[in-house]
């Protein structure tokens, strides 16, 4: 992995999926897609992180961050990528 690359990380164990990981996982694949972003974001999913209790779990070049939702993690993206 290049150090240019964003690596973000996805707990999908069956409560962070519930708790909104799943539209989170979909939010980041089209902003990938929609900006072409395949060769600067990894993507990379977990069957669980641990952090059940405060989910959905996400961590993005190592950050843990919880109870996000799909904006905040976009936003999120947008500035890793500045």
Avoid: W
Avoid at 26 to 50: K, P, Q, V, Y
Avoid at 56 to 65: D, F, L, T
Wanted: charge should be negative; charged fraction near 25%; hydrophobic fraction near 35%.
């Amino acid at each position: 992995m290049s150090d240019n690359v964003i690596k973000v990380e996805l707990c999908m164990g069956s409560s962070c999926f519930a708790r909104g990981n799943s539209s989170i996982l979909t939010a980041i694949e089209s902003f990938i897609n929609e900006n072409d972003l395949s060769d600067r974001i990894e993507l990379e999913g977990h069957l669980c992180l641990g952090k059940c209790n405060t989910g959905p779990h996400v961590a993005i070049n190592g950050k843990e961050y919880s109870a996000l939702d799909e904006d905040c993690v976009i936003d999120l993206l947008k500035k890793e990528l500045e």
